[in-house]
């Protein structure tokens, strides 16, 4: 069974970082695209980028770009998701999501981000 | 990029009616298209892929078509766990996915 479980929710304050995780199981994590998906609080989704573990080949979205960086671990079959420096305006919900064949087919639980002084 | 608009921002339905949702885009995405349903709390579920094919699982009320710049999502007969935000999303401009701004399916 495929699965994608995320770490849990974070409160930080401005300007802390913060690594946020998805643990992929149940098919081969070098041979799809893990892509990130932002939602912002009571809006839709945002395309932040996507990321192929097998070689690490990194696509950003432009609106995020220098804002947050993806990674991946293949040996422990997870991606990542980081900020050096965290705003309030980066409060939200980021979710990790397998790119199949067939879009987005497996989603993770979604992790969510609270920066507030 | 590839710009969605989805029509309408909400759509009033009452169980057991037809939903009819539309999904626009700036440019050609010929059948490159999926459906998505969120639910409140939860994380968004794949409906529909390739424009017109139903993900595993999913109820043959759930129907779509389109192709190009022109596409419709229709549930036949809403039930009760239909109410739900809808996205479509792009997937022919690599490695820009966009996201259409969701329709809100509620109840009459």
């Known amino acids: 069974e495929v699965q994608l479980v995320q770490s849990g929710a974070e409160v930080k304050k401005p300007g802390e970082s913060l690594k946020i995780s998805c643990r992929a199981s149940?098919?081969?994590?070098?041979?799809?695209?893990i892509a990130w998906v932002r939602q912002m609080p009571g809006k839709g989704l945002e395309w932040m980028g996507i990321?192929?573990?097998?070689?690490?080949?990194?696509k950003y979205s432009p609106s995020f770009e220098g804002q947050v960086t993806i990674s991946a671990d293949e040996s422990a079959t997870t991606a990542f998701l980081q900020w050096n420096s965290l705003k309030a305006s980066d409060t939200a919900i980021y979710y990790c999501?397998?790119?199949?064949?067939?879009?987005?087919?497996?989603w993770g639980q979604g992790a969510l981000v609270t920066v507030s002084s | 990029e590839i710009v969605l608009t989805q029509s309408p921002d909400t759509l009033s339905v009452s169980p057991g009616e037809r939903a009819t949702l539309s999904c626009r885009a700036s440019?050609?995405?010929?059948?490159?298209l999926a459906w998505y349903q969120q639910k409140p709390g939860q994380a968004p579920r794949l409906l529909i892929y390739?424009?017109?094919t139903r993900a595993t699982g999913i109820p043959a009320r759930f129907s779509a078509s389109g192709s190009g710049t022109e596409f419709t999502l229709t549930i036949s007969s809403l039930q009760s766990e239909d109410f739900a935000i809808y996205y479509c999303?792009?997937?022919?401009?690599?490695?820009?996915?966009?996201f259409g701004g969701g329709t809100k399916v509620e109840i009459k």
């Open positions: 990321i192929f573990p097998g070689d690490s080949d990194i």
């Open positions: 149940g098919y081969r994590f070098s041979s799809y695209w």
């Open positions: 999501a397998r790119l199949g064949q067939l879009a987005l087919d497996y």
């Open positions: 999303q792009q997937y022919k401009n690599w490695p820009l996915f966009t």
């Open positions: 440019h050609s995405v010929s059948n490159f």
């Open positions: 390739r424009a017109s």
